[in-house]
């Protein structure tokens, strides 16, 4: 098995630290799940980067994946959630696109996973106009999943469980370690490896309070926004963690 990956911070696993440095993330997760749940060495790319519209991944990272040697058997890609906290927002034309990669994956013979993020709107600044996009998002990504026999669809932004805080990072718009593995764990059940869902039982924190928000706003909305602002992008000179393949053995721990 070949497997690639696509897309911006929840693919490159923002929010999950490497053991040995860097990031892990649920992809990472996933290529080790599969490598063990086949019992064979998988190959293993991920092309995607933090910041990453989904323009500039389907322009940019599709077609490189498409021309990797040799060519992948599956493909998980994730887009859209980068757009969806900007002015401008249309789903149809994000629907487009996604009908580009569909189609794209069908002509090369590979499987697509297609998966949404989890839900992080109850604790995000204008959640509510964030939820409404993604509504309409999950609404057209289901329908391409049913329509299409090479596409499965991966609903993690219905996940109740992982709306609670449990399994966000403090910046709340990127999991956690324990969010991560479990989007590992849904993605590869859907690929055909079994895998039992993680969870925290424990009790959720009670709100920050008005200082514990001021913080937040002051070390994470304020950033975001100065971004914005000036045109840059978290992601600004930044490659891809795993350009080309890399063998992942049946007892990785990658």
């Known amino acids: 098995m070949r497997y690639v990956a696509l897309g911006d911070s929840f693919t490159e696993g923002v929010g999950d630290p490497a053991p040995g440095g860097g990031l892990r993330g649920w992809a990472d997760l996933v290529a080790a799940g599969l490598a063990a749940g086949r019992d ?11 910041g990453r519209l989904i323009d500039q991944i389907v322009d940019q ?27 401008g927002w249309d789903t149809g034309h994000v629907v487009d696109l996604c009908l580009r990669v569909v189609a794209a994956t069908a002509d090369a013979g590979v499987s697509l996973i297609m998966l949404s993020g989890p839900d ?18 999950m609404a057209a990504l ?7 026999d090479h596409v499965t669809f991966v609903h993690n932004y219905g996940d109740a469980e992982m709306r609670r805080a449990a399994y966000w990072s403090p910046d709340r718009l990127h ?59 978290s992601g600004d000179g930044r490659e891809p963690k795993h350009p080309g393949w890399v063998e992942v053995p049946r007892a990785s721990s990658l």
Request: glycine share 8%; proline share 11%.
């Open 40 to 50: 064979e060495p998988v190959h293993y790319a991920n092309l995607a980067i933090r």
């Open 61 to 87: 990272q599709l077609p490189a994946a498409l021309a990797l040697e040799p060519a992948p058997t599956v493909m998980t890609f994730n887009g859209g959630g980068n757009d969806m906290m900007r002015a």
């Open 120 to 137: 992080p709107t109850a604790r995000l600044p204008r959640g509510r106009v964030f939820a409404d996009r993604a509504d309409a998002m």
């Open 142 to 148: 289901h329908d391409l999943g049913e329509r299409h």
């Open 175 to 233: 999991l956690n370690p324990l969010g991560h593995s479990r989007v590992a764990a849904r993605v590869l059940t859907a690929m055909g490896v079994p895998t039992d869902l993680p969870r925290d039982d424990a009790p959720d924190p009670s709100a920050p309070g008005v200082l514990g928000e001021a913080r937040y706003v002051a070390t994470y909305v304020l950033p975001w926004l100065a971004r914005r602002l000036t045109g840059r992008s």
